[in-house]
């Protein structure tokens, strides 16, 4: 991680929590966080796999996410033949993408290997602590349930983005907030990816507890634009993301092959910027 982007990461967790008024976890934040910074050091010195030096060339994304253990793969989620198709004409190109969650790098450390020349910016709550580090890698905090932790990021992040993924909580709000806040940040012609967006209906208890129609706003938004794109006006009333639709080219919404409990959990939308 580098030196400027932990200050970040310290100020932006810093400041969440003034605003939130949550005055004992700053207090702990305070002394854990550099802490947790200088365990990442040593873990990357010591322990996490260099990925500059695996040499993989020329391997499909897929074989990638295998290698790193990475659940989009075919093994899992099967969300590998769905990047192929969308991403296939990033490859050669310089770009960026900014994806939320982090989990070990798996993901981030597939895509730096696909995309040779990227700059990969993984995001997450605790972006300390990961398996894999790349000098093309960036790790940046943010928690995606806090609208103001949002804002601080996108003012951080003064480039923009080919490609944007959000596979961080799966739950409903965040992933509204999330697109509210980071869509604008997309390049000309550039993917927005929200991975598992219907996963809340088989696990209430852990992704929408504050749902009580068993619906999503995010979800209901994308299906209008994608198959009734003449009753968005009426459907939708937030005028956050009704603001947006101008911005979009397409929608796709896709199903990979995961199944919990006899259901497939493994709905992906693909939003493309005009």
């Known amino acids: ?18 605003k939130q008024e949550r005055y004992f976890s700053l207090v702990k934040r305070l002394f854990l966080l550099p802490y947790k910074y200088l365990i990442s050091i040593f873990r990357d010195i010591f322990l996490n796999k260099n990925i500059d030096k695996i040499n993989l060339k020329n391997n499909s994304l897929d ?28 490859q ?5 993408i900014l994806e939320f969650g982090i989990h070990f790098g798996a ?20 972006p300390y602590f990961k398996k894999f580090f ?38 409903p709000d965040h992933q509204l ?8 940040m997309l390049k000309s012609k550039g993917i ?26 995010i979800r209901n938004f994308l299906y209008t634009i994608k198959d009734k794109p003449s009753e968005i006006k009426k459907s939708i009333k937030n005028e956050n993301i009704l603001n947006l639709v ?7 919404i896709l199903r990979g092959n995961y199944i919990i409990n006899n259901r497939n959990v493994s709905e992906i939308a693909f939003i493309k910027k005009k």
């Open 177 to 184: 907030n999330t697109f509210v806040q980071m869509f604008r």
């Open 92 to 96: 050669k190109r310089k770009i960026n």
């Open 107 to 126: 993901s981030q450390a597939s895509f730096s290997k696909y995309f040779p020349d990227s700059v990969i910016i993984g995001v997450d709550k605790n």
């Open 1 to 18: 991680m580098k030196f400027n982007d932990f200050i970040f990461n310290y100020r932006s967790c810093l400041f969440s929590l003034i």
């Open 63 to 90: 074989e990638y996410f295998k290698y790193f253990g990475c659940d989009k793969s075919s093994l899992v989620h099967g969300y590998n033949k769905f990047y192929d198709d969308e991403f296939k004409n990033f």
């Open 192 to 217: 927005y990816v929200i991975e598992e967006l219907d996963i809340f209906q088989s696990f209430p208890e852990s992704y929408n507890k504050n749902l009580d129609n068993n619906e999503s706003e």
């Open 246 to 252: 101008k911005d979009i080219e397409w929608i796709k």
């Open 134 to 171: 790349s000098k093309k890698i960036r790790s940046l905090y943010c928690d995606v349930s806090d609208k103001y932790s949002l804002h601080l990021l996108r003012e951080y992040l003064k480039e923009e983005i080919d490609i944007i993924i959000d596979d961080a909580s799966h739950i």
